[in-house]
């Protein structure tokens, strides 16, 4: 664990997320389909820690604050959502490769939108020692989740 508070954590995740996305994307067969399948799991654990942990403490301020907490709440969502048509439809499915695309697409930027949105407020509104303490709980949201 290279994270010293929350932000660097969801940083690291962020950038497994893209590498498995790229995995996937260039990826076919029982590859493509274990690959697929860590990165719902990935993606799914990200957003349950996010919905749980980050984007709450990002809704503790001004009236931005919480529109740009909602949003990315909003988002994750739907890509959570995503993910299961995509698993259900099957990594071999003719519809897969463009569904993917768009969902890559969808990941990509809301990985952006809270780096450039949600972490600087994160930065600005919580204390250091909270940050390094939403790190452990992210992380015990994330392996119950896991269990």
């Known amino acids: ?17 893209r590498r498995l ?3 996937v994307e260039r990826s076919r067969g029982a ?21 749980v942990v980050v984007h709450p403490a990002v809704r503790n301020g001004t009236a931005t604050a919480d529109m740009v ?6 988002e994750g969502a739907a890509i959570e ?6 698993h259900d439809l099957g990594t071999r499915h003719p519809g897969f490769g463009s569904g ?3 969902l890559y697409r969808a990941i990509l ?8 949105d949600e972490f600087p407020i994160l930065r600005v ?3 250091v020692q909270r940050l390094h303490m939403m790190a452990g709980e992210l992380n015990d949201v994330q392996v119950m989740d896991a269990a």
């Open 69 to 74: 907490g909602v949003a990315r709440t909003l």
């Open 125 to 127: 509104q919580v204390p």
């Open 21 to 23: 996305c790229a995995g």
């Open 100 to 102: 993917f695309a768009a």
């Open 1 to 17: 664990m290279g994270y010293s508070d929350v932000i660097d954590l969801l940083l690291e995740q962020h950038d497994e997320i």
């Open 31 to 51: 590859e493509r389909e274990r690959r697929f399948a860590e990165l719902a799991h990935l993606v799914h654990l990200h957003e349950r820690g996010a919905r």
């Open 81 to 86: 959502r995503s993910l299961v048509t995509l």
């Open 109 to 116: 930027e809301h990985a952006t939108r809270e780096e450039l």
